[in-house]
C-alpha cells in the first residue's frame, strides 16, 4: 500500500498540509482533488482527519466522529463513503 499522508486542524480545512510519505498510488482520471475529498468529509461530520492513503482506487482515510476514531473508504470520483468502520 502506498500513502499520502494527510494532517488537518480538527476545524473546517482551513489549515490542511498534504506531505507525501512514499510516492503514492495515483487516483483516477478524473477524480476529485484531495482537498475536495477533505471538504467532503469535514461536510459529513469527520473531524481531525490523521491519515488519507489511495489503495485499489479508492481514498483510505483515517479521520474522527463524536471523538471516536474512524477508517474510512472513500470513492474518489464522488467523494461518497463507501464504508465507514471504528479504527482499531
Known amino acids: 500500500m502506498k500513502k499520502i499522508a494527510i494532517f488537518a486542524v480538527p476545524m473546517m480545512f482551513s489549515a490542511l498540509v498534504v506531505s507525501q510519505a512514499q510516492a503514492g498510488e495515483r487516483p483516477p482520471e478524473?477524480?476529485?482533488s484531495l482537498a475536495e475529498i477533505a471538504?467532503?468529509?469535514?461536510?459529513?461530520?469527520y473531524t481531525k482527519i490523521t491519515e488519507i492513503s489511495m489503495d485499489d482506487g479508492v481514498w483510505e482515510v483515517e479521520a474522527y466522529?463524536?471523538?471516536?476514531?474512524?477508517?474510512?473508504?472513500?470513492?474518489?470520483?464522488?467523494?461518497?463513503v463507501?464504508?465507514?468502520?471504528?479504527d482499531r
Open 30 to 32: 478524473g477524480s476529485k
Open 39 to 45: 471538504q467532503i468529509i469535514e461536510s459529513k461530520g
Open 65 to 80: 466522529l463524536n471523538n471516536v476514531e474512524r477508517e474510512l473508504r472513500v470513492n474518489p470520483m464522488t467523494g461518497e
Open 82 to 86: 463507501l464504508s465507514d468502520r471504528r
